[in-house]
C-alpha cells in the first residue's frame, strides 16, 4: 500500500491528440504517479484511497469548432444589376423615430437616376444638356418596403431598365445597406419623356436610347 495520498483538483494537460475542443477526462494521481484508469492499475492502491482530478483532453477533428458557418451568420451580398450608385441619408430625412421617412425613399432614387444621367451630358439647363429637347417626368411609381433605414448612413441604390418604349422607360430598382447585405425597398419607376414647350409625350431620341440599353436588365432574382 503506498502512503502518499492521492492529490486533487483540476490539471489542464497538453493536447494528446493533436487537435480538437477541450473536454475534461478523468485522470488519477499518486503523489506525481499518473494513472489514465485508476489507481487499480498501480499497485498496492484501491479504489478508496484516491481523489480524482480532470485532464483536459481534446476530441477528435470532426466535433472541432472549426465549422463552416450557419448560414444564417453568413452575410449575403444582393444581386445588383444595372448601375449601382451611392447616396447618403441626412438628419433632417428623419422621422420622429430616428429612421428615414417613407417620402425620401423616392428622393434616394432620383438622385441615383440623375447622377447617372448626369455622368453622361444631362442636365436640367436645356443649353447645357446632351439631349436636347428632353425632359423626363415621373408617371407611375411603385415601392415595396423591406426593412427599416436608421439613422445617417451611407446607402446603395441599385436601377436598371426593366423596358425601353417610344417616349417612356420602365426602370426597377432596390435600395441597399452600403455593403449590399440587407435590402431596404424595391420596386419599379416609369418615366416619360416630354416636349418641353407642349408639355405631351415625345419620342425618346436615340442618344437618350443608347444610354437606356447601357442598363438594360432583365428583371433579377431577389
Same mark, same amino acid.
Given at each position: 500500500?503506498? !502512503?502518499?495520498?492521492?492529490?486533487?483538483?483540476?490539471? *489542464?494537460?497538453?493536447?494528446?491528440?493533436?487537435?480538437?475542443?477541450?473536454?475534461? %477526462?478523468?485522470?488519477?494521481? !499518486?503523489?506525481?504517479?499518473?494513472?489514465?484508469?485508476?489507481?487499480?492499475?498501480?499497485?498496492?492502491?484501491?479504489? !478508496?484511497?484516491?481523489?480524482? $482530478?480532470?485532464?483536459?483532453?481534446?476530441?477528435?477533428?470532426?466535433?472541432?469548432?472549426?465549422?463552416?458557418?450557419?448560414?444564417? !451568420?453568413?452575410?449575403?451580398?444582393?444581386?445588383?444589376? =444595372?448601375?449601382?450608385?451611392?447616396?447618403?441619408?441626412?438628419?433632417?430625412?428623419?422621422?420622429?423615430?430616428?429612421?428615414?421617412?417613407?417620402? @425620401?425613399?423616392?428622393?434616394?432614387?432620383? @438622385?441615383? $437616376?440623375?447622377?447617372?444621367?448626369?455622368?453622361?451630358?444631362?442636365?436640367?439647363?436645356?443649353?447645357?444638356?446632351?439631349?436636347?429637347?428632353?425632359?423626363?417626368?415621373? @408617371?407611375?411609381?411603385?415601392?415595396?418596403?423591406?426593412?427599416?433605414?436608421? =439613422? $445617417? /448612413?451611407?446607402? %446603395?441604390? /441599385?436601377?436598371?431598365?426593366?423596358?425601353?418604349?417610344?417616349?417612356?422607360?420602365?426602370?426597377?430598382?432596390?435600395?441597399? &445597406?452600403?455593403?449590399?447585405?440587407?435590402?431596404?425597398?424595391?420596386?419599379?419607376?416609369?418615366?416619360?419623356? $416630354?416636349?418641353?414647350?407642349?408639355?405631351? &409625350? %415625345?419620342?425618346?431620341?436615340? *442618344?437618350?436610347?443608347?444610354?437606356?440599353?447601357?442598363?438594360?436588365?432583365?428583371?433579377?432574382?431577389?
Amino acid at each position: 500500500m503506498h !502512503d502518499r495520498p492521492f492529490s486533487a483538483g483540476f490539471e *489542464a494537460t497538453e493536447d494528446r491528440l493533436g487537435h480538437g475542443a477541450p473536454v475534461c %477526462a478523468p485522470i488519477f494521481v !499518486d503523489d506525481g504517479i499518473r494513472s489514465p484508469t485508476g489507481p487499480d492499475d498501480v499497485p498496492g492502491c484501491g479504489r !478508496d484511497s484516491h481523489k480524482v $482530478i480532470w485532464e483536459v483532453d481534446r476530441l477528435p477533428p470532426h466535433t472541432e469548432a472549426h465549422q463552416p458557418p450557419h448560414p444564417k !451568420d453568413t452575410p449575403v451580398t444582393i444581386s445588383t444589376p =444595372g448601375r449601382t450608385v451611392p447616396v447618403r441619408v441626412h438628419f433632417d430625412e428623419l422621422d420622429p423615430w430616428g429612421m428615414l421617412h417613407h417620402s @425620401r425613399y423616392a428622393v434616394l432614387l432620383d @438622385r441615383a $437616376i440623375l447622377t447617372f444621367w448626369s455622368e453622361h451630358g444631362a442636365d436640367i439647363d436645356p443649353s447645357r444638356s446632351a439631349f436636347k429637347g428632353a425632359m423626363g417626368v415621373v @408617371r407611375d411609381l411603385a415601392i415595396t418596403y423591406r426593412a427599416p433605414i436608421s =439613422g $445617417i /448612413c451611407e446607402l %446603395a441604390v /441599385c436601377f436598371w431598365v426593366e423596358s425601353v418604349g417610344r417616349s417612356s422607360v420602365v426602370y426597377g430598382f432596390k435600395l441597399l &445597406s452600403s455593403d449590399l447585405s440587407v435590402l431596404h425597398a424595391e420596386g419599379r419607376r416609369v418615366d416619360v419623356n $416630354i416636349d418641353p414647350g407642349t408639355l405631351t &409625350s %415625345a419620342p425618346l431620341s436615340e *442618344a437618350a436610347r443608347e444610354v437606356l440599353m447601357t442598363l438594360h436588365e432583365a428583371p433579377p432574382p431577389h
